[in-house]
Every structure is written in structure tokens, then in C-alpha cells.
């Protein structure tokens, strides 16, 4: 799994004084850019070349809050690929606590915004985000 750290900033709390569930969706994306990133695809590389990653369903489960200053671990990974498609895995843990958890259907468009299948660099890099899952 793809690790990446974050510190909970003030401006991510909720009225309750614990992170707001919509930001956990930000979350989960910059774990999955700097997956991404790693394996020497950045989105603006890809957008450059005509490519755009969207997504297209997700699903996440919050489990435990998270509060101001917590250091928080993104773990990503792929669980399954296919030609114009991914799906990633993805959790939240601090000190191995679960916090959140979430599955992410993410898909390729060209530059006309019509589904496509990954550039064949971007496939390569794919297989060294694949994981397997209980």
C-alpha cells in the first residue's frame, strides 16, 4: 500500500471540532495523487498528453472521528484494473486506529472527455499500485 501522511488543519473541523466528513474525500484524493505521482504520473503530465482521470463512484464508510493537529496515514491501493478503469482501496488510520475507509472507482478520459483505455505507461505503472484485499 501506497503511504502518505497529513496533519488535520483547523480549517478541516467541523462545528463539532472534529474533521468534516466531506474533507475526508480530500483526503483520500491526495492519497491517490501522490500514488499516482510515485509511479511517475502526475495529473498535469497526464492531462498534458491528453489524459484526464475522473472519478466515477465512490463509497466510503467513516468509522472513528479525527480532531485537530491528529497525524493522520493515507494508505492506498489498486484492487482491481481494468482497460478504462480502476478501482482503489483506501483508509485512514491514526496511531493504527481506522478512521475512515474508501473505495473509489476512478476512469480514463481523452481529450474529447470520452472514456478511454490508460495510456500504456500509466497501465505499466498501475501494476505496481495493484494489492490484494481480505
Same mark, same amino acid.
Given at each position: 500500500?501506497?503511504?502518505?501522511?497529513?496533519?488535520?488543519?483547523?480549517?478541516?473541523?467541523? #462545528?463539532?471540532?472534529?474533521?468534516?466528513?466531506?474533507?475526508?474525500? +480530500?483526503?483520500?484524493?491526495?492519497?491517490?495523487? &501522490?500514488?499516482? %505521482? !510515485? $509511479?511517475?504520473?502526475?495529473?498535469?503530465?497526464? @492531462? %498534458?498528453?491528453?489524459?484526464?482521470?475522473?472519478? &466515477?463512484?465512490?463509497?466510503?464508510?467513516? $468509522?472513528?472521528?479525527?480532531?485537530?493537529?491528529?497525524?493522520?496515514?493515507? !494508505?492506498?491501493?489498486?484492487?482491481?484494473?481494468?482497460? &478504462?478503469?480502476? +478501482?482503489?482501496? +483506501?483508509?485512514?488510520?491514526?496511531?493504527?486506529?481506522?478512521?475512515? %475507509? +474508501?473505495?473509489?472507482?476512478?476512469? /480514463?478520459?481523452?481529450?474529447?472527455?470520452? #472514456? /478511454?483505455?490508460? #495510456?500504456?505507461? @500509466? %497501465?505499466?505503472?498501475?501494476?505496481?499500485?495493484?494489492?490484494?484485499?481480505?
Amino acid at each position: 500500500m501506497h503511504k502518505v501522511e497529513i496533519k488535520v488543519r483547523f480549517s478541516e473541523l467541523d #462545528p463539532y471540532g472534529h474533521v468534516n466528513h466531506s474533507i475526508y474525500l +480530500q483526503y483520500f484524493e491526495e492519497g491517490r495523487t &501522490a500514488a499516482t %505521482a !510515485e $509511479i511517475g504520473h502526475s495529473l498535469d503530465s497526464l @492531462l %498534458a498528453n491528453g489524459f484526464s482521470l475522473v472519478v &466515477a463512484q465512490v463509497e466510503t464508510k467513516f $468509522i472513528s472521528p479525527s480532531y485537530l493537529s491528529d497525524n493522520l496515514t493515507i !494508505e492506498s491501493g489498486i484492487i482491481q484494473a481494468k482497460r &478504462a478503469s480502476v +478501482q482503489w482501496s +483506501q483508509r485512514i488510520t491514526k496511531a493504527d486506529v481506522l478512521i475512515a %475507509a +474508501q473505495k473509489t472507482r476512478i476512469g /480514463c478520459l481523452n481529450v474529447n472527455g470520452n #472514456p /478511454c483505455k490508460f #495510456p500504456d505507461e @500509466l %497501465a505499466t505503472g498501475i501494476k505496481d499500485l495493484l494489492i490484494t484485499t481480505d
